[in-house]
């Protein structure tokens, strides 16, 4: 009898054993933390609207860019390359960035995409220019994302909006002036 109940007291400590043994081997995998994590994630909502929730990202951004220049403005957006070579005429760079064409014209960089050859985005660098940062932190509120670009070796912050977004790039983190300012179509 004793004999009896010892094997089945065995064979449920291998059962147990088997079963852990298989629970541990079918839990998911952690993966990988991934290379880019945000630093600050964004506040929650207050009472006040800034302009950024009650305008589109492409107004927000023509007003961002229009002390730089009057005549370059979203207005690009969607537009051929041929279209803007008519406006503009011929561009001081051409080149390919990320798998399309880009063409710049003094501080402004026009990307096409590869597919319509359509400009998707618009890049202006503004570290030589007058661009206020001041003004543009105050229109833009707090960022929904913030990371080091490590491609690039530039800070990033980034603010979505449904029409697109806007992106501000820096040298750093501490970095008082925006090198860069970009928006990207969605439409």
């Given at each position: 009898m004793i004999k009896k109940i010892l094997g089945m007291l065995f064979s449920i400590g291998i059962l147990t054993s088997c079963i852990a043994e298989e629970q541990d081997q079918t839990l998911p995998i952690k993966q990988a933390e991934k290379a880019v994590k945000p630093v600050e994630e964004k506040q929650p909502p207050s009472e006040v609207k800034s302009a950024k929730e009650i305008k589109e990202g492409a107004e927000i951004f023509n007003e961002l860019i229009a002390p730089l220049h009057e005549e370059i403005d979203t207005s690009y957006l969607n537009e051929d390359k041929h279209n803007?070579?008519?406006?503009?005429?011929?561009?001081?760079?051409?080149?390919?960035?990320?798998?399309?064409?880009?063409?710049?014209?003094?501080?402004?960089?026009?990307?096409?995409?590869?597919?319509?050859?359509?400009?998707?985005?618009?890049?202006?660098?503004?570290?030589?220019?007058?661009?206020?940062?001041?003004?543009?932190?105050?229109?833009?509120?707090?960022?929904?994302?913030?990371?080091?670009?490590?491609?690039?070796?530039?800070w990033s912050e980034i603010y979505e909006f449904e029409d697109g977004k806007i992106t501000l790039e820096k040298d750093s983190v501490e970095a008082n002036q925006v090198s860069y300012i970009w928006f990207e179509n969605r439409k």
């Open positions: 803007v070579q008519e406006r503009l005429g011929s561009p001081d760079e051409t080149g390919w960035f990320e798998g399309g064409e880009f063409l710049r014209y003094g501080v402004f960089t026009f990307f096409l995409n590869p597919n319509t050859n359509e400009v998707e985005s618009i890049a202006v660098e503004t570290n030589k220019t007058a661009f206020d940062q001041q003004n543009a932190e105050e229109m833009l509120g707090t960022p929904d994302n913030r990371f080091w670009n490590e491609m690039d070796n530039l």
